[in-house]
């Protein structure tokens, strides 16, 4: 699988949006972009994927990056509730075992 | 609706000792995971399933570790003479069929080895 690079760490105050990086620069046509979160003592918990085009839920945001080597996922307003590990994973569309990397540790600050 | 369930949420055990986790994935799901999770660490893949059919075991550290899925529902993993650094919350997820389906996951079983 492909390798994913995230910022081990960021803040947030609460209330603000945040932009989560990751970086895929070897990522191949068939891979997918998906996004999970693990909030503390609880399984990771699916966030939002994509392909090319930026995606929108109800839980967040990804923006894709044109050449595809790059994207970020939004939240568009950080509450304590989102405090938590965010993993950028590369996946191709096969339902393959997901490659965890180390995350980023969002913190939020009231 | 009822999500993964694993039983039991703790297990401690005596090194030597076999122990079997068990693994109650979501009605109508047809792949079922099962991932390692050290702490301060992302979880690590062990073994899947699709329907009864293991389909990669390639993640087992070793062969005191094995799965079951015989039935295509609930699925056991099952450590053999289990050993202190065998000590790790083991998650379970499954998802339903059809590409890209994202994998919901168990609250997990925390193991100890004494």
């Known amino acids: 699988d492909a390798k994913t690079t995230q910022p081990n760490s960021m803040e947030s105050n609460e209330e603000e949006p945040v932009h989560l990086p990751c970086n895929h620069s070897t990522i191949s046509g068939t891979d997918y972009i998906h996004w999970y979160r693990q909030l503390p003592s609880q399984g990771p918990e699916y966030v939002i994927h994509g392909l090319t085009s930026n995606v929108n839920n109800r839980m967040a945001s990804l923006a894709i990056a044109e050449d595809r080597k790059s994207s970020t996922l939004i939240l568009h307003r950080a509450t304590l509730r989102d405090a938590a590990v965010y993993y950028c994973?590369?996946?191709?569309?096969?339902?393959?075992?997901?490659?965890f990397g180390k995350g980023t540790r969002l913190s939020v600050i009231a | 609706g009822a999500g993964v369930s694993q039983s039991p949420r703790y297990k401690v055990t005596k090194r030597g000792q076999d122990v079997a986790l068990r693994c109650d994935p979501i009605?109508?799901?047809?792949?079922l995971y099962w991932y390692r999770q050290a702490l301060g660490q992302g979880p690590e893949f062990l073994t899947y399933f699709n329907y009864e059919a293991q389909q990669d075991k390639s993640g087992l550290p070793n062969d005191r570790f094995s799965a079951e899925r015989p039935e295509g529902s609930i699925s056991t993993l099952t450590i053999q003479r289990t050993e202190q650094r065998d000590s790790a919350m083991y998650r379970c997820a499954s998802s339903p069929p059809g590409g890209n389906q994202p994998q919901h996951f168990g609250d997990g079983t925390r193991l100890s080895i004494l």
């Open positions: 009605s109508g799901h047809v792949s």
């Open positions: 994973i590369l996946r191709t569309p096969l339902n393959t075992p997901l490659v």
